[in-house]
């Protein structure tokens, strides 16, 4: 196993270089970048000339690099990530590109790997109850949620829970991660119930379609194992229905589940940004999107970056677990 996360590290090394290359190029890919985009705001707010305008977007284009060829350009940022752990500047925050990072990520993956907790947690028990009740009224009503949950966006369910919450329950826990006033607060045991208050929100939302997939998944791959015939040769043995499904009809079942795991956290930190929005959550998600659109490169190539390596380390556990449940799995 130590021998096996060593290969893998090391082979995930070009594989990091290579989406980072490919990111860079389709950022940088549109024509203009974001001094552009200043230069006309100089024009509109400052009252600046357009040749005024023009000499000082050229002056910040050389003095951050973009004068340069797009080689050079990408050279400049990785070889600041690799020697100095230096991301590069967000020209649209006017901030370090880390320090945007490291303030919004820990939020990120806190919403996320709570989510996915609950959609495997909350997705595994009624697939599970459904495979063994098939037919039945609650196969049936967990069908029904299940594609309900699987064809109802989530930025139109955390419209749709701000409507019932506000309007309808007169609840004003809503939005954002914090109450007003503890928001610049230090840490507090009162701070964290009220993070708590807030936090099941986006965990239910950004959570709910995989909880119905996860459903369907484990649903079908149970009712094909409970069919195969080694589940037959332990009924006749005379064990209890329990220990059939759940010591070796589940432990197999939940196979491709586990694999599917090391895909679902990167979808869950990108496809939360317009959740994250609608819900005003401190997130990567609203600055990912307002680099791209700002072609703020260092900023939107150094996120990209950050789920590409999310990526091949879910993958990694993902395998590692795996081989931990099947012990036929070898690594050599």
Same mark, same amino acid.
């Given at each position: 196993m130590p021998t096996y996360i060593l290969k893998r590290t090391i082979y995930s090394i070009p594989l990091l270089i290579s989406v980072s290359i490919v990111a860079f190029v389709l950022i940088t890919a549109p024509p203009g970048d974001y001094m552009s985009e200043l230069k006309n705001?100089?024009?509109?707010?400052? *009252?600046? #000339?357009?040749?005024? %305008?023009? +000499?000082? %977007?050229?002056? =910040?284009? +050389?003095? !951050? *690099?973009?004068?340069?060829?797009?080689? *050079?350009? !990408? &050279?400049? &940022? /990785?070889?600041?990530?690799?020697?100095?752990?230096?991301?590069?500047?967000?020209? !649209? !925050?006017?901030?370090?590109?880390?320090?945007?990072? &490291?303030?919004r990520l820990g939020w990120t993956f806190a919403i996320a790997l709570t989510a996915l907790v609950f959609s495997y947690v909350g997705g595994m028990i009624p697939g599970i109850y459904s495979a063994t009740h098939q037919y039945r009224a609650s196969d049936h009503l967990f069908t029904v949620v299940a594609f309900l949950g699987l064809s109802i966006p989530n930025f139109f369910f955390a419209l749709v829970i701000l409507y019932i919450l506000n309007f309808q329950l007169g609840i004003s826990i809503v939005g954002g991660l914090f109450s007003p006033q503890f928001m610049t607060a230090s840490w507090s045991w009162a701070k964290f119930?009220?993070?708590?208050?807030?936090? &099941?929100?986006?965990v239910i939302v950004v959570g709910t379609a995989g909880t119905a997939g996860t459903m369907r998944v484990m649903r079908n791959n149970?009712?094909?194992i409970i069919g195969m015939s080694y589940i037959q040769t332990a009924r006749s043995k005379g064990l209890r229905e329990t220990v059939v499904v759940y010591k070796h009809a589940v432990r197999n079942a939940l196979q491709p589940i586990i694999m599917s795991m090391g895909m679902r956290m990167p979808r869950l930190i990108t496809g939360s940004a317009v959740v994250a929005i609608v819900l005003n959550?401190?997130? #990567?998600?609203?600055?990912?999107?307002? %680099?791209? =659109?700002?072609?703020? =490169?260092?900023? %939107?190539?150094?996120?990209?970056? =950050? /789920?590409?390596? #999310?990526?091949? /380390?879910?993958?990694?556990?993902? $395998? /590692?677990?795996?081989?931990?449940? $099947?012990?036929?799995?070898?690594?050599?």
């Open positions: 705001q100089l024009v509109r707010r400052s *009252g600046l #000339t357009r040749t005024e %305008a023009t +000499e000082i %977007a050229q002056q =910040m284009r +050389e003095r !951050y *690099g973009l004068d340069q060829p797009i080689y *050079g350009q !990408y &050279w400049s &940022w /990785i070889s600041g990530i690799i020697t100095r752990g230096d991301f590069g500047y967000s020209f !649209y !925050y006017r901030k370090p590109v880390s320090e945007i990072i &490291w303030k119930i009220d993070l708590l208050k807030h936090l &099941w929100i986006p149970l009712l094909d959550l401190p997130t #990567t998600g609203p600055v990912l999107l307002n %680099a791209v =659109m700002s072609q703020d =490169m260092y900023l %939107a190539g150094s996120f990209i970056l =950050m /789920i590409a390596f #999310t990526l091949v /380390i879910g993958n990694l556990l993902a $395998d /590692i677990a795996l081989g931990v449940l $099947d012990p036929r799995i070898r690594y050599e």
